[in-house]
C-alpha cells in the first residue's frame, strides 16, 4: 500500500491557526495559550516548524513595530510597552522551549506512530494481496473444475453441455482474472478439447452407425412382412371383387380403401432405434461450423456400409434376407432425410439408392444366368415385387427394379415355355390314344371344368352317364390341365407388378408357340408311328377339340387379361392344329393304302385268259369288308369318313389304273380288262350299300380309258374336238400304254386275226402319242 502523504498548510492557513489562539487578534484581551499545544503538534506533524517560526517572527517584528510606533507617541506606554514586550518575549521562549521540548516528544512519539502505521499498512496490502490471490485461485479453481466436469460430461455423452460449458469459459466477463498466463493457457487449450469434443461425438456416431448396420435387416423384416401382409390382404379383397383386379397395392383405388394400420417399424413394441446419437452429432459439427465434414464421411460410411451388404456372388437363397436389409438400410435413411433437415440431401440418398439397385439387379441377373428352374425366378420376383412395395411407401424409385422384374419375366416366360414344352411332349408320347373314361360323376365334373370345348358339347356330355367314354383322350385333358397350369404361372409372375403392355400378346404367343410347336407338332412326330386307324381317328378328335380350345381359350384369356387394353385375344395356332388334322387324314389314307397294297399282293390277276370272269375277284370281298367296318368305325366326323373312303377309292382306282397302264404289267389281253370293269363294278356297288355311290367317280378315268380300246373308238378320240368333250379325263400317256400293251399280247398270237389287231392297236397307240407331246402326261 503507498504512504499516505503529509498535508501540507498554506501562509493564509498558519495565520488563521495562530489567529484561533488570538496571537494575531489584536481586539482579544486573552491570549489562550492553552490553544498552541494542539497547533504545536500539528506544526511538528506537518514538519512545518520553519513556517511557523517565521510567521511568529514575523509577528515579533509587526508588534516591534507597533511599540516603536507607539513609543515615539507615548513613551510611557512604550517603556510600559517594552516591559510587557520582554515579558511577552520571556513568555516567547519559554513556549519555544516548550515548544521545542514538545516537539522532541512529539517527534519521538510520532516516529513509534509511524513505524507503527507504515507495519500496518504493509501488513493490510499484504492481506490484500493474500485476498486477492485467493480470490484468483477460487476462480481457477472454477474453471478448472469446469474443464474438469467437461471432460466428465464427454464420457458421459453429454456433448452439448460440454460444448455449453467451453462457451461460457471463453465468454466470461472480463476479471483480474482474465489477464492472468493460467486463463491464456486455458483459452488456447479451448480448441482441444473442443476437438475431443467432437473426437468423441463422431466416435459416438460411428458406434452408433454399426449398431443400425446390425438392425437393419430387422427394421427391412419387419417392414417387408408388413408390406406381404398387405399384399395377401389386397388379393384376397381383388379375388372377391372383379373390378379390382386390375390395381395393385399402392395404387389410387388401393390406397383408397387401405386401412391403415398404425406401425412404425423404427419404433415398435418389438423394436427401438435410437437417432440420438446421429442428431446429437449433427448438432455439436453444426455448432463447430463443421457439418459439412459431417456429411462427407456420413456419406462415405454409408456408402461403404451398402457396399458390403451384397456378398458376391449373391446365393438366391440369401436373397430374402438381404432385401430385407437392404430395406431396413433406406427405411433408416428415408427417417435421417426427413428429421435432418439439410443434412442429407435427397441427391446423396439417390445415389446409394440407385447404385445399390443397379449392384443388386447385376448380382441376381449374373445368379440366374445358369438358372433354368423356373421357380426360382418366381421366386426372386415375389422377393423384388415385396423389396420394391416395401421402399416406394418410403418415396424410393422402383423404376430401374420394375425394368428388372420384366426383364426376368421374359427369361422367366421362355423357362417356362421350355418346362411346359417338355411336359407336353411327354404327355403326347405317353398317351395310348384311346377314349378317355371318368370314374365318377365328381371326376367327370373336374375334366369339364378343366377343358376348354364348346358350351352344347358340354351339356351333352352332362347330361349322359359318366361311364360313357369322352370324345377325347388323355392328351387333350392333360393338355388343357397344364395350360391352366401354365397360365397361372404365367400370371403369377406378373401379379403386382407395373403391367407391361405386351404381357398379354407375350402370353398369347407363348401358348400359340406352345400349341403349335409342343403339342400339334409333337401329335404330328406321334403320327409317323401310329399304325392303329383307332388311334389315328382319336388323335384327330383330339386335334379338332383343340381347335375349338383354341378359340374358347382366347375368349378366357381376354377375361383373365392383365390390363383392359385392346380388344379380343385370337390364338393363331388354330391353323397348325388344321394342318396337323390334315397330316393326321393323310395317315389315315396311307395306313387304308397299306392296307389296300397288301389286299393287292393277293390279287392274282391273270391279264392274258382266255375268258372274261362273271364275278369279281376274291380279295376284293376282303378288302372291301375289311374297309367298311374300318372306317365305319372310326369316332370320327361323317366328312373325314367320306374323305376316307374318297381316299381309299381314288388309291384303288389308282392302283387299277397302275395295274392297266404301268410298266409292272408288260402286256394283257380285253378280258383282263374286262375282269377289271367286273371288279370296278363290284366296288361300286358296294359304295352304294353304304351310301356313298357319287364316290364312283373316282373311277371315271379307268372306265373312259379302257372304254376307248375296247369300243374301238381310238379314232373318235384323237379327234380334238370329241378329246375334249367326251374324254378330258383320258391321259394320252396312259391310253398309249395301255394300247401298247394290247398290242404287245396281240402280236404274240398266233391267229391272224389277232395279229391284226394288235398291229392296228401298236398303230393307234403311236397316232396317240403323237397327240400334243406332253399333254396330261
Given at each position: 500500500m503507498p504512504p499516505r502523504r503529509r498535508q501540507q498548510f498554506t501562509q493564509e492557513q498558519i495565520d488563521q491557526q495562530l489567529q484561533q489562539i488570538h496571537l494575531l487578534d489584536p481586539s482579544s484581551s486573552s491570549e489562550n495559550l492553552e490553544q498552541l499545544g494542539p497547533i504545536i503538534k500539528q506544526i511538528h506533524t506537518n514538519r512545518q516548524q520553519d513556517a511557523y517560526l517565521r510567521t511568529i517572527q514575523g509577528l515579533i517584528d509587526s508588534k516591534d513595530a507597533e511599540i516603536e510606533k507607539i513609543c515615539?507617541?507615548?513613551?510611557?506606554?512604550?517603556?510600559?510597552?517594552?516591559?510587557?514586550?520582554?515579558?511577552?518575549?520571556?513568555?516567547?521562549?519559554?513556549?519555544?522551549?516548550?515548544?521545542?521540548?514538545?516537539?522532541?516528544s512529539v517527534a519521538q512519539l510520532g516516529g513509534g506512530l509511524v513505524e507503527k502505521k507504515r507495519a500496518l499498512l504493509q501488513s493490510k496490502k499484504t492481506a490484500a494481496n493474500l485476498d486477492e490471490a485467493i480470490d484468483n485461485l477460487q476462480a481457477c479453481l472454477r474453471v478448472l473444475d469446469v474443464v474438469d466436469r467437461v471432460g466428465d460430461m464427454i464420457r458421459q455423452g453429454k456433448y452439448w453441455s460440454a460444448l455449453r460449458s467451453l462457451e461460457d469459459i471463453q465468454s466470461m466477463p472480463p476479471t483480474s482474472l482474465s489477464q492472468t498466463p493460467f486463463f491464456q493457457h486455458l483459452l488456447s487449450s479451448l480448441p482441444s478439447l473442443r476437438g475431443q469434443i467432437k473426437d468423441a461425438v463422431t466416435a459416438s456416431m460411428k458406434q452408433w452407425l454399426l449398431e443400425i448396420r446390425n438392425i437393419s435387416a430387422e427394421v427391412g423384416r419387419q417392414a417387408v412382412e408388413a408390406m406381404e401382409s398387405r399384399m395377401k390382404r389386397w388379393r384376397q379383397r381383388r379375388e372377391k371383387d372383379a373390378l379390382l383386379r386390375p390395381n395393385r397395392v399402392g395404387s389410387a383405388v388401393e390406397m383408397i380403401t387401405y386401412e391403415k394400420i398404425e406401425f412404425n417399424v423404427l419404433d415398435n413394441e418389438n423394436l427401438h432405434v435410437d437417432f440420438k446419437p446421429l442428431f446429437q452429432c449433427i448438432h455439436i459439427y453444426t455448432t463447430l461450423d463443421s457439418l459439412s465434414d459431417l456429411q462427407k464421411s456420413y456419406q462415405a460410411d454409408r456408402k461403404a456400409q451398402s457396399d458390403l451388404i451384397l456378398p458376391s456372388p449373391l446365393p438366391l437363397a440369401s436373397l430374402p434376407s438381404l432385401i430385407q436389409e437392404i430395406s431396413g438400410f433406406f427405411i433408416v435413411e428415408s427417417h435421417v432425410l426427413e428429421t435432418t433437415n439439410t443434412f442429407r440431401s435427397e441427391r446423396d440418398v439417390e445415389e446409394l439408392w440407385d447404385a445399390l439397385v443397379a449392384r443388386l439387379t447385376t448380382a441376381i441377373d449374373y445368379s440366374l444366368r445358369k438358372e433354368n428352374d423356373a421357380g426360382n425366378f418366381l421366386k426372386v420376383k415375389e422377393n423384388l415385387l415385396s423389396f420394391m412395395m416395401t421402399v416406394e411407401t418410403y418415396s424410393y424409385s422402383s423404376t430401374s427394379l420394375s425394368s428388372f422384374i420384366i426383364v426376368l419375366f421374359e427369361k422367366y416366360a421362355r423357362l417356362l415355355e421350355t418346362e411346359f414344352t417338355k411336359r407336353f411332349e411327354d404327355i403326347v408320347n405317353e398317351d395310348e390314344q384311346y377314349?378317355?373314361?371318368?370314374?365318377?360323376?365328381?371326376?367327370?365334373?373336374?375334366?369339364?371344368?378343366?377343358?376348354?370345348?364348346?358350351?352344347?358339347?358340354?351339356?351333352?356330355?352332362?347330361?349322359?352317364?359318366?361311364?360313357?367314354?369322352?370324345?377325347?383322350?388323355?392328351?387333350?385333358?392333360?393338355?388343357?390341365?397344364?395350360?391352366?397350369?401354365?397360365?397361372?404361372k404365367f400370371y403369377a409372375f406378373v401379379e403386382g407388378v407395373n403391367q407391361h403392355r405386351d404381357i398379354d400378346e407375350l402370353l398369347s404367343k407363348s401358348l400359340d408357340n406352345l400349341l403349335s410347336k409342343s403339342i400339334s407338332e409333337a401329335i404330328a412326330k406321334r403320327l409317323a408311328s401310329t399304325r392303329a386307324m383307332a388311334q389315328v381317328a382319336q388323335i384327330v378328335t383330339n386335334l379338332e377339340h383343340f381347335q375349338v380350345a383354341c378359340g374358347e381359350l382366347g375368349r378366357s384369356l381376354t377375361n383373365l387379361r392383365s390390363t383392359q387394353r385392346g380388344g379380343i385375344i385370337?390364338?393363331?395356332?388354330?391353323?397348325?392344329?388344321?394342318?396337323?388334322?390334315?397330316?393326321?387324314?393323310?395317315?389315315?389314307?396311307?395306313?387304308?393304302?397299306?392296307?389296300?397294297?397288301?389286299?393287292?399282293?393277293?390279287?392274282?390277276?391273270?391279264?392274258?385268259?382266255?375268258?372274261r370272269e362273271t364275278s369279281p375277284s376274291m380279295y376284293l370281298y376282303e378288302l372291301a369288308n375289311w374297309l367298311t367296318t374300318v372306317v365305319d368305325s372310326l369316332a370320327i366326323k361323317e366328312s373325314y369318313k367320306e374323305e376316307a373312303y374318297k381316299g381309299a377309292m381314288g388309291y384303288i382306282s389308282e392302283c387299277l389304273m397302275d395295274f392297266l397302264t404301268g410298266r409292272d404289267i408288260p402286256m394283257m389281253n380285253d378280258?383282263?380288262?374286262?375282269?377289271?370293269?367286273?371288279?370296278?363294278?363290284?366296288?361300286?356297288?358296294?359304295?352304294?350299300?353304304?351310301?356313298?355311290?357319287?364316290?364312283?367317280?373316282?373311277?371315271?378315268?379307268?372306265?373312259?380309258?379302257?372304254?376307248?380300246?375296247?369300243?374301238?373308238?381310238?379314232?373318235?378320240?384323237?379327234?380334238?374336238?370329241n378329246r375334249q368333250a367326251s374324254y378330258s379325263a383320258v391321259k394320252p400317256k396312259r391310253l398309249q400304254s395301255l394300247l401298247e400293251k394290247l398290242a404287245r399280247c396281240g402280236a404274240q398270237q398266233r391267229d391272224a386275226t389277232s395279229r391284226e389287231l394288235g398291229e392296228r392297236r401298236r398303230r393307234e397307240a403311236e397316232a396317240v402319242g403323237r397327240v400334243y407331246p406332253g399333254e396330261n402326261r
Open positions: 515615539s507617541e507615548n513613551y510611557q506606554d512604550f517603556i510600559s510597552s517594552v516591559s510587557t514586550l520582554f515579558t511577552v518575549k520571556s513568555y516567547t521562549d519559554k513556549m519555544k522551549e516548550n515548544i521545542t521540548s514538545l516537539d522532541t377314349a378317355m373314361k371318368s370314374e365318377s360323376d365328381e371326376e367327370l365334373a373336374k375334366v369339364l371344368e378343366t377343358v376348354w370345348i364348346e358350351e352344347p358339347e358340354r351339356k351333352e356330355i352332362q347330361a349322359a352317364s359318366f361311364s360313357l367314354p369322352l370324345p377325347w383322350s388323355q392328351t387333350f385333358y392333360l393338355c388343357c390341365q397344364e395350360i391352366r397350369t401354365f397360365i397361372q385370337r390364338l393363331s395356332s388354330t391353323s397348325s392344329f388344321q394342318s396337323t388334322i390334315s397330316r393326321s387324314l393323310q395317315r389315315m389314307s396311307n395306313l387304308i393304302n397299306s392296307k389296300l397294297d397288301q389286299c393287292f399282293e393277293l390279287s392274282e390277276y391273270d391279264w392274258t385268259p382266255k375268258s378280258n383282263a380288262i374286262s375282269n377289271i370293269l367286273i371288279d370296278v363294278d363290284f366296288l361300286e356297288d358296294i359304295l352304294k350299300q353304304i351310301g356313298r355311290a357319287h364316290l364312283s367317280s373316282v373311277f371315271a378315268e379307268l372306265r373312259l380309258t379302257t372304254s376307248i380300246p375296247l369300243s374301238g373308238t381310238v379314232q373318235e378320240y384323237l379327234v380334238p374336238a
